[in-house]
């Protein structure tokens, strides 16, 4: 099956710098990646998503690149602000279901 | 139509009892997901339906747990004789046909402890 690694674990960022995090998986046949951000408390929401035929997408301060040749991808946050701060999953489509990576929990401090 | 519903929010229940959740998803998304997420993990798939179809069933899935989607539109999740390991946020999601398939909304989720 679908294997998703994700790393770091943890991850502070001063207000303002850049916060970076990873995935790995391990199927070269999935094609489509999101990347999803919950608060605490609250439930996952998509904040951004990347297709297998593109290799870079942005959205304001967020960004997805991906490099299916290596099979990983990563989320790019610029200038963070203390809403910033949350745990992160990414997640592959595998088949007809999503498989999630374990999660980073990102602390933007003032 | 303000999102994925899930009822009910919490539920406390004894060992050995049985237990059913259910969520309403957005109007005419056509495709239902149900997961499960311990502290500290991410979403764990557990089954997938598209419409009253159920099409896809995770192999961690026991046969203690049991889903249905009847009219294609809510989807219960029953869970018989619990156990501890049970004790979990249980999520729901919904995608809409066409092109935007693959975006998940996810409901607020049904937290489950089991004493």
């Known amino acids: 099956g679908e294997n998703v690694e994700q790393h770091p674990s943890t991850l502070s960022v001063q207000e303002g710098d850049s916060a970076v995090i990873k995935c790995t998986y391990s199927?070269?046949?999935?094609?489509?990646f999101p990347w999803y951000k919950q608060e605490l408390g609250k439930r996952p929401q998509l904040i951004i998503d990347?297709?297998?035929?593109?290799g870079e997408k942005k959205d304001q301060r967020i960004a997805v690149t991906l490099n299916k040749t290596a099979k990983h991808f990563s989320l790019h946050i610029t200038e963070t602000q203390p809403e910033d701060s949350a745990v992160y999953f990414c997640?592959?489509?595998?088949?007809?279901?999503?498989?999630f990576g374990p999660g980073t929990r990102l602390s933007v401090l003032p | 139509d303000t999102g994925v519903s899930q009822d009910p929010r919490h539920k406390i229940t004894k060992r050995g009892q049985n237990v059913t959740f259910r969520c309403d998803p957005i109007?005419?998304?056509?495709?239902l997901y149900w997961y499960r997420q311990t502290l500290g993990q991410g979403p764990e798939f557990l089954t997938y339906?598209?419409?009253?179809?159920?099409?896809?069933k995770s192999r961690l899935l026991s046969d203690r747990f049991s889903a249905e989607r009847p009219k294609g539109s809510f989807s219960t999740l029953e869970i018989q004789r619990t156990e501890q390991g049970d004790s979990a946020m249980y999520l729901c999601?919904?995608?809409?046909?066409?092109?935007?398939?693959?975006?998940?909304?996810f409901g607020a989720g049904t937290r489950l402890s089991v004493l």
């Open positions: 997640a592959v489509r595998y088949g007809q279901n999503f498989v």
């Open positions: 199927d070269s046949a999935s094609n489509y």
């Open positions: 109007s005419e998304h056509n495709r």
């Open positions: 990347i297709r297998s035929n593109v």
């Open positions: 999601a919904s995608s809409p046909p066409g092109a935007d398939e693959n975006i998940q909304y």
């Open positions: 339906f598209q419409n009253e179809a159920q099409l896809e």
